[in-house]
C-alpha cells in the first residue's frame, strides 16, 4: 500500500490489461467479441442515421414527396433503437453487466419488434408492386418499399449478430467472475 502522495503500485497502473487480453483466454475473447460489437454498433448507427435522415427530409419537406416518400409507421418506434445502442457502447469500457443485459433486452423491443412490424405493415405494399409493378412511394426513384425491405433485411441482420455477441460477451464475463470466485 502507498500513501496518497507516494508511488503507485506497479500491479494497479493499469499496464497489465493489454496484456491479460493476450495472455489469457477470456480475456481475449472479451477483446475480441467488444470489438465485433463495436464494428455492429457502427453499422446499426448508419442505418439509424439513414432512417432519422429520411424521416427528417420527409417531414420537414426539404424535398418534394416524390423523390423522398413519407415514413412508414414502423419507422417511428425504430428511431428509439438509439437507446440499446447507447447502453451497448456504455457497457463495453468497463464490462459493465447490466447495461449489457438491458441492451440486449431494449434491443429486442426497440430494434427486433418494430422491423417485425414493419415487414407486415409493408407486405400489401410489396404484393402490389411484384403482382402488379405498381409502386406508389419512391425513394431517388426507387420503391420506397424495395428500399426499405433491403434496410430491413440489414438491420434484422445486424441486429440478430449484436445480441448474439452480446451473449457471448455477457457468457465470457460470468465465466471470468465464476473463476474469480474459485480462487
Not at 420527409?58 to 415514413?71: E, I, R
Amino acid at each position: 500500500m502507498t500513501s496518497r502522495g507516494g508511488s503507485r503500485a506497479a500491479a494497479t497502473d493499469g499496464n497489465g490489461v493489454k496484456y491479460k487480453e493476450k495472455a489469457i483466454p477470456h480475456y481475449q475473447m472479451s477483446a475480441s467479441l467488444k470489438s465485433e460489437i463495436r464494428k455492429l454498433n457502427l453499422v446499426h448507427l448508419l442505418i439509424w442515421l439513414l432512417v432519422a435522415a429520411q424521416m427528417t427530409v420527409s417531414h420537414f419537406n426539404l424535398v418534394s414527396h416524390d423523390t423522398v416518400a413519407t415514413p412508414y409507421q414502423w419507422e417511428y418506434p425504430y428511431l428509439l433503437s438509439l437507446l440499446p445502442l447507447l447502453l451497448s457502447s456504455l457497457s463495453l469500457p468497463k464490462n459493465n453487466i447490466s447495461y449489457l443485459v438491458i441492451s440486449m433486452i431494449s434491443s429486442g423491443l426497440f430494434s427486433v419488434a418494430p422491423l417485425i412490424y414493419g415487414g407486415m405493415e409493408m407486405f400489401p405494399v410489396a404484393q402490389l408492386l411484384y403482382r402488379h409493378g405498381k409502386a406508389y412511394r419512391f425513394i431517388f426513384g426507387f420503391s420506397a418499399v424495395t428500399v426499405m425491405y433491403l434496410v430491413m433485411v440489414i438491420a434484422v441482420q445486424v441486429h440478430a449478430w449484436q445480441i448474439y455477441y452480446s451473449k457471448k460477451l455477457l457468457d465470457s464475463w460470468f465465466n471470468a467472475t465464476q473463476e474469480k470466485k474459485k480462487k
